[in-house]
């Protein structure tokens, strides 16, 4: 929408994971030393971690990009909470191999087929897990004890296991000491610092096509680094707004500022709901009225409290409930002028289009 006015030729900050946008920071350098150590490794697992947002996916679709199919034959799955027998089956259908109506007995005898037609071929045989926070124990187990599979002292699979920060903890538990033994090396990645926040957001702008536009003063990349805890998803998400807020506004160059309230705006929009106290009509408001749950009402005769103390009490947690009803409001106006700007900009570009296409026809019709 927004990509025009800016002279790019994509959009920079999409959500959506793309090699073509990868950004080498120091950790996901050697995040993809180490999946490159373990490809020509051959065997075993190799385990790399890190937020959600992280760059881990974008890591491993550009290991897959860069991998010789004549040479690698790699399946790549999202794991979710299956049991053992159904993630093998996602392993198989990965690799092309019916599984439908298949015992399992009979679903490991053509995964090692298909793993020593390969081999037997000069092909290697790569299963990359995403989300492996997700996998059970059980499942775990079957991913394990696949790697056993070997043709003349050769590992017939390799795995790679990606996955959130929770799955180092996952693997430190004492039943997964044999998986631990078959992991040749493990990597977690960070966050990203304020320079590399910096040098993050000019690489992608750069990727998109940019020719000098937008411009980021140096306190809008420092707001950037501090809102999104150098989390390279919330980097995009938070540059998107940013970019999407100058176009409605016709502005190139942002502030510190700008970012600052970008941010506050995101927070707000995603907060989660309100709690019972600040959850009043505008009637019970207008009245003073307070909510009290049934302990609490049953421990107020117990508070010795003079009467105009207890009507100060009143008054007190009225005026705070109104207070917070008003900014849920104010939250809300501002939601709807957003909406509006996005309307009105929206409604401008279909007159163009409208007012393009007559004149186009008026000169046909001239010619005509």
Sequence with gaps: ???????LTSKPFQLNPDPAFYFASKQHRRATAYLEYGIHQNEGFIVITGDVGAGKTTIVRGLLNSLDP??????????????AEDTLRLVGAAFG???KDVPKADLLMSL???????????????????????LTPRAIEELRMLSNFQFEQQALLQSFLVGQPEFREILQSPHMLQLRQRVIASCHIGPLDVEETAAYIDH??????????????????????????????????ICDRLLLQGYLSGKTTFSG???????????EETAGPPSAATNLNLADVALGAMPYDKEIEGEMPRLELDQESAAELQNLIASLNAGQLAERLLRLER??????????????????????????????????
């Design 1 to 7: 929408m927004y990509e025009s006015f800016f002279g």
């Design 70 to 83: 004549e040479k690698v034959v790699a399946a790549h799955l999202v794991s979710t909470q299956l049991d």
């Design 97 to 99: 191999i019916r599984t």
């Design 112 to 134: 090692e087929a298909f793993l020593v037609s390969n081999a037997s071929k000069g092909k290697r045989c790569l299963l990359i897990v995403d989300e492996a926070q997700n």
């Design 204 to 237: 992608r702008l750069k990727c998109a096509g940019s020719k000098g536009l937008p411009r980021f003063e140096p306190d809008a990349y420092e707001e950037v680094f501090k809102a999104s805890d150098g989390i390279p998803r919330r980097i995009n998400g």
């Design 257 to 267: 500022k700008d970012v600052a309230e970008i941010a506050k705006d995101i927070r």
């Design 335 to 368: 939601s709807l002028l957003r909406l509006e700007h996005i309307n009105s900009a929206t409604m401008g570009l279909l007159r163009q289009l409208v007012s393009a296409s007559r004149i186009q026809r008026q000169k046909e019709d001239d010619r005509g």
